[in-house]
């Protein structure tokens, strides 16, 4: 779901949050328990982005639960010993797979004492069918709607900044507040990112940044700094806007909404002084090739 601004001005920022949702369509069904659903899952981070769309901000916002197919995955990150039949695309056992059971499609899940459980039987296995329809039906529109939003922005203003949401528990993150993913400095120019901690700092937000999570397929993908497009990935403590028992807490929810509203401010006015750092560095006709073709 892509949540549009009401006016006609083009922000060069878009947020997207890709794993807060919960929707399970009713043909798909998932061994993966409730309770291991809701660690997976981003649960609450949409609402800190409500706000978003009154500042010109489109907010990118994924409805389905993160056990139909993991849109912040690549494609390449399958199993096919996972599935039945014949894998006909490329494949890749990354860390996401064997450390942590997940990847495009979640196979397995990691219990309290650190294994994993299988969630599927010779019986219950997906066929490479399945996961080849969820491609098409799922996770390729979505980056297909998120380049849309960056070439747009990147049409008004020459340059685009994506920021992809997410959230852990803190000890996850260390006992920290959040976590700044760039790829290792690889996925937006240095000063947006001294920008991004200062303001943190500034704040009083305890931070890291990019371990244990330095970005997932929608900033390796989409980000290319040379070219006029920086992503950065920002991983909040969920209690931070959660009560104890993982529930929505509204006090300490309209507290980080007007955070992230005050954090896109700054971005916007860091963006206006900084047009020249932000476009591409080599003089280019029209898009960059990862936004697609230009528009007539």
Do not use: C
Not at 188 to 204: E, K, S, V, Y
Not at 243 to 259: C, P, Q, R, S, V
């Amino acid at each position: 779901m892509t949540h549009l601004p009401a006016g006609s001005v083009v922000s060069p920022l878009v947020f997207d949050t890709p794993h807060s949702g919960s929707y399970i369509p009713a043909h798909i069904v998932t061994d993966a328990t409730e309770t291991e659903r809701d660690f997976l899952r981003d649960a609450h981070v949409e609402k800190l982005l409500t706000a978003s769309p009154a500042q010109n901000i489109p907010v990118l916002e994924n409805l389905l639960d993160r056990v139909v197919i993991d849109t912040n995955s690549e494609e390449y990150e399958v199993d096919p010993r996972s599935f039945t039949g014949h894998w006909p695309l490329p494949s890749r056992l990354t860390r996401n797979i064997t450390i942590r059971g997940l990847g495009l499609i979640a196979t397995s899940m990691k219990q309290a004492d650190g294994s994993l459980r299988p969630i599927f039987n010779e019986q219950t296995k997906l066929t490479t069918q399945d996961v080849l329809e969820r491609l098409d039906r799922y996770h390729r529109p979505y980056h297909a709607a998120l380049r849309g939003l960056l070439a747009r922005a990147f049409d008004a203003h020459g340059y685009a900044i994506h920021i992809n949401f997410h959230s852990s528990p803190r000890a996850a993150l260390k006992g920290r507040d959040l976590l700044i993913g760039n790829l290792k400095g690889k996925s937006a120019h240095p000063d947006l990112t001294h920008h991004i901690q200062a303001f943190f700092h500034m704040n009083g937000m305890n931070f890291g940044e990019n371990s244990p999570y330095p970005g997932g397929a929608l900033i390796r993908r989409h980000s290319a700094p040379e070219q006029g497009l920086h992503g950065i990935q920002i991983e909040f403590a969920r209690d931070l806007f959660t009560a104890a028992d993982g529930t929505y807490d509204h006090h300490k929810g309209e507290m980080m909404i007007l955070f992230v509203t005050s954090f896109a401010q700054s971005l916007h006015m860091f963006a206006d002084a900084h047009q020249g750092r932000l476009r591409p560095q080599v003089p280019q006709a029209g898009r960059p090739a990862i936004l697609g073709m230009d528009s007539p």
